[in-house]
């Protein structure tokens, strides 16, 4: 069965070309919108199993659709099109968005953000993702990471959240959370990035086999 996606562009030649695109790529494609109000929606109408949203629409950007269908919970999965780098977006990877992308490199990146978002992987793409810069030696820093923090990196790295890590460890969520903190302060990450500690992992694919 094919995986059904919502498009919304306010641009009709990118909403056409980028529908056509998916198209011969076989995703099923079952409604598109110009304006962010509509494509929420109808979201919450077809519940598709993805949204790929352009940031820059009116009535509603793509990332404030995705945090009401987050709060509506809604299983959709939402891919965000953008002109430009918004740190607001990259904020929102792994909580109310699972794949970002820039409209320039688009067509060459959408195809292999929607196999990860269809694989509950998230997705940032390569011109976002060298757009940010981490401090630290990363062997030497990752040695002072405890057995338990090291724990907790692996199942960050495997996408899940405080909630599942705290139930596989049988610890509290807020034990986890202050392990995270832990972890970001030893690997020396940037924190001006709230989920900088996801792009980290999601640049360093081989620490675990170091």
């Not at 109000?37 to 993805?50: G, H, M, R, S, V």
Request: contains cysteine.
């Amino acid at each position: 069965m094919s995986t059904t996606i919502i498009l919304a562009d306010d641009h009709p030649l990118l909403l056409n070309g980028t529908k056509e695109f998916l198209e011969t790529k076989w995703y099923n494609v079952i409604d598109t919108a110009t304006d962010g109000n509509t494509a929420y929606n109808k979201i919450i109408e077809l519940q598709p199993d993805i949204a790929i949203l352009d940031f820059d629409m009116p009535k509603l950007n793509g990332l404030e659709v995705a945090q009401q269908i987050k709060r509506k919970k809604i299983s959709t999965k939402v891919i965000i099109l953008t002109l430009h780098k918004q740190e607001s977006i990259l904020q929102e990877i792994g909580q109310s968005i699972h794949g970002y992308v820039t409209k320039d490199s688009a067509l060459q990146e959408l195809e292999a953000c929607l196999e990860s978002v269809k694989n509950n992987s998230n997705y940032i793409g390569e011109k976002l993702k060298n757009s940010i810069h981490f401090n630290g030696d990363t062997d030497s820093n990752v040695k002072e990471l405890s057995p338990t923090e090291i724990k907790i990196l692996k199942y960050l790295d495997k996408n899940l959240n405080s909630t599942q890590i705290a139930e596989e460890l049988f610890i509290s969520k807020r034990t986890v959370e202050k392990h995270r903190s832990n972890i970001i302060k030893k690997l020396e990450i940037d924190t001006t990035h709230q989920n900088a500690l996801f792009v980290w992992l999601k640049n360093h694919p081989n620490i675990f086999n170091t």
